[in-house]
């Protein structure tokens, strides 16, 4: 089997020699192993180091961001043929010593994509929140994961962390639509598509004062993991989500009708409370129309699911030698 050790960077010159020299030149099930560094608009010397020290290089001088260069090196993975294709940040920020525990579950045929956990210590299997991430992105780490969990009836622990393994049916099957990062999305889309999914505890180093190329705003980031919460639920889960958003306005309209029913049944008048009978009824109104655009919704899945096999077929018909 054949195994891409990928690196996505930006201005990593003071650690990609160091992250390529401590990849494992041998892995038991792996007859090649080929480093690809995929350069992201970097300003410093990050491609040149990392071509010195062997590896394969991508990209260029334009940044177009984390989400887009993975669509790009997932289809160069697949293009070239390789069997499975592990991702590891160039900052150093994870062991590339740990590679190996995520080759060898998918090596077995035991997963399809093997994600790292940071909030679980190896050691002793306790969870914990790194040393210096913050409060935080370690907290909107933990509602992500709990709704991605939510959503595909697992239970995760981590599902933004980028250091991960894929075989070639995860690769496949990855559509990723999101142009700012692809962590989440892509975890989504292969826990909907009931992939084998293993998690590995790894130890992880968060630089005191570093500021992430990702998360340059703590406020901002906390919107973005918000709103990905919820669109999460919206594509891959309708019903679900339209009968709740339904819930309350149809509930609470019920209520008030009900109320001025009773109230017409002992005095024969709606007054004066015929404003909470309309609004009882705008509200009742509002839920039955969330509920019918959960069930519109709920078919437009089926019809989804159909166009993503249908994607995922056309992929490997492509790459078919």
């Given at each position: 089997?054949?195994?891409?050790?990928?690196?996505?960077?930006?201005?990593?010159?003071?650690?990609?020699?160091?992250?390529?020299?401590?990849?494992?030149?041998?892995?038991?099930?792996?007859?090649?192993?080929?480093?690809?560094?995929?350069?992201?608009?970097?300003?410093?010397?990050?491609?040149?180091?990392?071509?010195?020290?062997?590896?394969?290089?991508?990209?260029?001088?334009?940044?177009?961001?984390?989400?887009?260069?993975?669509?790009?090196?997932?289809?160069?993975?697949?293009?070239?043929?390789?069997?499975?294709?592990?991702?590891?940040?160039?900052?150093?920020?994870?062991?590339?010593?740990?590679?190996?525990?995520?080759?060898?579950?998918?090596?077995?045929?035991?997963?399809?994509?093997?994600?790292?956990?940071?909030?679980?210590?190896?050691?002793?299997?306790?969870?914990?929140?790194?040393?210096?991430?913050?409060?935080?992105?370690?907290?909107?780490?933990?509602?992500?994961?709990?709704?991605?969990?939510?959503?595909?009836?697992?239970?995760?622990?981590?599902?933004?962390?980028?250091?991960?393994?894929?075989?070639?049916?995860?690769?496949?099957?990855?559509?990723?639509?999101?142009?700012?990062?692809?962590?989440?999305?892509?975890?989504?889309?292969?826990?909907?598509?009931?992939?084998?999914?293993?998690?590995?505890?790894?130890?992880?180093?968060?630089?005191?004062?570093?500021?992430?190329?990702?998360?340059?705003?703590?406020?901002?980031?906390?919107?973005?993991?918000?709103?990905?919460?919820?669109?999460?639920?919206?594509?891959?889960?309708?019903?679900?989500?339209?009968?709740?958003?339904?819930?309350?306005?149809?509930?609470?309209?019920l209520l008030c009708m009900v109320f001025v029913f009773i109230h017409w049944l002992q005095f024969g008048s709606f007054s004066p409370f015929k404003f909470v009978g309309f609004t009882g009824l705008y509200l009742f109104t509002v839920g039955v129309f969330f509920w019918s655009l959960g069930l519109t919704a709920d078919m437009q899945v089926r019809i989804l699911n159909n166009q993503e096999k249908t994607y995922e077929e056309l992929r490997r018909l492509s790459?078919?030698?």
């Amino acid at each position: 089997m054949k195994l891409a050790v990928v690196s996505i960077c930006k201005d990593e010159a003071k650690t990609i020699e160091e992250l390529i020299k401590r990849i494992p030149k041998k892995i038991n099930g792996i007859k090649s192993i080929e480093v690809i560094v995929v350069n992201d608009g970097s300003t410093d010397d990050t491609s040149k180091l990392a071509a010195d020290a062997g590896s394969t290089v991508y990209g260029d001088n334009h940044s177009k961001g984390l989400a887009i260069r993975f669509r790009e090196v997932v289809n160069i993975v697949l293009e070239r043929g390789f069997d499975i294709m592990v991702n590891i940040d160039g900052d150093l920020q994870f062991k590339p010593e740990d590679i190996p525990k995520f080759v060898l579950p998918i090596v077995s045929d035991n997963a399809d994509f093997i994600a790292a956990d940071r909030f679980t210590n190896p050691k002793t299997g306790k969870s914990r929140r790194p040393v210096n991430m913050s409060f935080a992105k370690y907290y909107g780490n933990k509602a992500g994961a709990w709704t991605v969990g939510k959503l595909s009836s697992e239970k995760f622990r981590d599902v933004t962390c980028g250091f991960r393994g894929y075989n070639r049916k995860a690769l496949y099957a990855l559509n990723i639509n999101g142009t700012h990062t692809y962590t989440q999305e892509s975890f989504q889309i292969l826990a909907a598509r009931k992939m084998r999914i293993q998690s590995v505890p790894v130890e992880v180093k968060y630089f005191k004062n570093r500021q992430s190329r990702v998360v340059t705003s703590i406020p901002k980031y906390l919107a973005i993991s918000m709103l990905n919460i919820l669109r999460a639920f919206r594509d891959f889960a309708p019903l679900r989500f339209f009968v709740m958003l339904g819930a309350v306005p149809f509930t609470i309209g019920l209520l008030c009708m009900v109320f001025v029913f009773i109230h017409w049944l002992q005095f024969g008048s709606f007054s004066p409370f015929k404003f909470v009978g309309f609004t009882g009824l705008y509200l009742f109104t509002v839920g039955v129309f969330f509920w019918s655009l959960g069930l519109t919704a709920d078919m437009q899945v089926r019809i989804l699911n159909n166009q993503e096999k249908t994607y995922e077929e056309l992929r490997r018909l492509s790459h078919r030698k």
